[in-house]
């Protein structure tokens, strides 16, 4: 089976629908898958599914979810059960089967290892292939369960961090032209971001936009000081100092 949680939770290779109905039931298999292989306890359990104020007979209730997921989770001829009891709680056996986040840290790490070996354009397939991964906002309906909120949190940071990388590997690629409207788009969703202003400005620069670069550079001064009373950090900072003298460290050649 394949387990999806980066957008709408999807569980496919077993029979019928690939998604479960009941609410509190995707809660429960979203947190084990989370935590795949791990113990969660029941108490866990409850504080997830009921936002920390379970009713009276809540460990009942996790019984019975936790039965109609093992019955959602069956498949033909395929003896056990991927929910495993244990003293406590529950554990997700992941086995030979596969979740989409896992695939996901896989072709990031890949990427990374790429990119500090110089190997930019594959560094890039697999930051794009990271990336194509995702199918929309990560498990939007259930993000009242905390533990769920901290996941969707950290795998939208990740996401940013590898469009970030992809980008850097692209930019030593020379495919800075071709970024300039992906980067605007980029600084406008998230003006505090710095690192993406420090792209966006680099790639104008070497498109002959040393204008707009500096442009670029105002724009993203004047959010931080407005919005948080903070100047641009030192990266910034030298790579503005660095446009304005037409420092050759910035040229394409020397930078690879």
């Known amino acids: ?78 003896s056990g059960n991927p929910i495993g009891t244990r003293p406590g709680g529950y554990q997700l056996m992941r086995g030979d089967d596969e979740i989409d986040l896992h695939d996901f840290q896989r072709f990031m790490q890949r990427g990374r290892t790429d990119a500090r070996a110089g ?35 950290w795998i939208e940071e990740m996401r940013l961090e590898c469009v970030e990388a992809r980008i850097d590997s692209a930019l030593l690629l020379g495919r800075h032209r071709e970024l300039v409207g992906q980067l605007y788009s980029l600084t406008a969703e998230h003006p505090q971001r710095e690192s993406f202003h420090r792209q966006l400005m680099l790639a104008l620069y070497r498109s002959e936009r040393q204008a707009d670069a500096l442009r670029a550079y105002g724009r993203v001064r004047d959010i931080l000081r407005g919005d948080l009373g903070l100047d641009p950090g030192l990266p910034l900072r030298e790579l503005h100092d660095a446009i304005l003298a037409a420092d050759g460290r910035l040229d394409l050649r020397r930078a690879g």
């Open 1 to 78: 089976m394949r387990y999806e949680v980066l957008g709408p939770l999807r569980v496919l290779g077993k029979p019928g629908s690939p998604t479960i109905g009941a609410r509190k039931v995707k809660i429960l298999l979203s947190v084990l898958l989370i935590r795949a292989d791990q113990l969660v306890t029941v108490d866990r359990l409850m504080e997830e599914i009921w936002d920390c104020e379970p009713p009276r007979r809540a460990t009942a209730a996790v019984h019975v979810y936790v039965s109609q997921l093992r019955k959602f989770l069956l498949r033909p001829n395929v």
């Open 119 to 153: 190997r930019h354009a594959e560094a890039v397939e697999n930051f794009d292939a990271a990336l194509r991964i995702g199918r929309g906002p990560v498990l939007a309906d259930l993000r009242d369960s905390a533990m769920i909120s901290a996941f969707v949190t």
